[in-house]
């Protein structure tokens, strides 16, 4: 599918001046998700256990199988309030939108739905 690249960053503290950048501002919609290949550990673990895993459904990670995480604006939004410490921490910078799970990033890239069909821009 290739859908999302990990890039395995190993970083201590990303910057938070960072973490809600123009990406994010210039392509966010109601209808808009993201999705990114996380492997299937760290895709089950970001829907049942991060932290917005408690939140109603419309702002946590869905695991869609396949080691593939699919977020929308509202979960985005979520997982933006995540400490840089925590798994799920998103930054938006120009290394591009990522999720981070550990030390490694990967990279969360968009998506449109269609009359229910995701279509790849």
Same mark, same amino acid.
């Given at each position: 599918?290739?859908?999302?690249?990990?890039?395995?960053?190993?970083?201590?503290?990303?910057?938070?001046?960072?973490?809600?950048?123009?990406?994010?501002?210039?392509?966010?919609?109601?209808?808009?998700?993201?999705?990114?290949?996380?492997?299937?550990?760290?895709?089950?673990?970001?829907?049942?256990?991060?932290?917005?895993?408690?939140? *109603?459904? =419309?702002?946590?990670?869905?695991? #869609?199988? +396949? !080691?593939? &995480?699919?977020?929308?604006?509202?979960?985005?939004?979520?997982?933006?309030?995540?400490?840089?410490?925590?798994?799920?921490?998103?930054?938006?910078?120009?290394?591009?939108?990522?999720?981070?799970?550990?030390?490694? *990033?990967? =990279?969360?890239?968009?998506?449109? #739905?269609? +009359? !229910?069909? &995701?279509?790849?821009?």
């Amino acid at each position: 599918m290739g859908v999302a690249r990990c890039q395995a960053v190993s970083h201590r503290s990303p910057s938070s001046a960072c973490v809600v950048g123009p990406i994010l501002r210039s392509v966010t919609g109601p209808r808009t998700t993201w999705r990114a290949d996380v492997g299937e550990d760290n895709a089950r673990w970001l829907a049942t256990e991060c932290r917005t895993a408690r939140l *109603a459904g =419309e702002y946590r990670p869905r695991d #869609l199988g +396949g !080691g593939y &995480v699919e977020v929308n604006a509202l979960a985005l939004g979520a997982l933006r309030e995540l400490g840089e410490e925590e798994d799920g921490f998103i930054t938006d910078d120009g290394d591009g939108l990522r999720i981070w799970v550990g030390d490694d *990033a990967y =990279e969360l890239e968009r998506s449109e #739905l269609y +009359g !229910g069909t &995701v279509h790849h821009p």
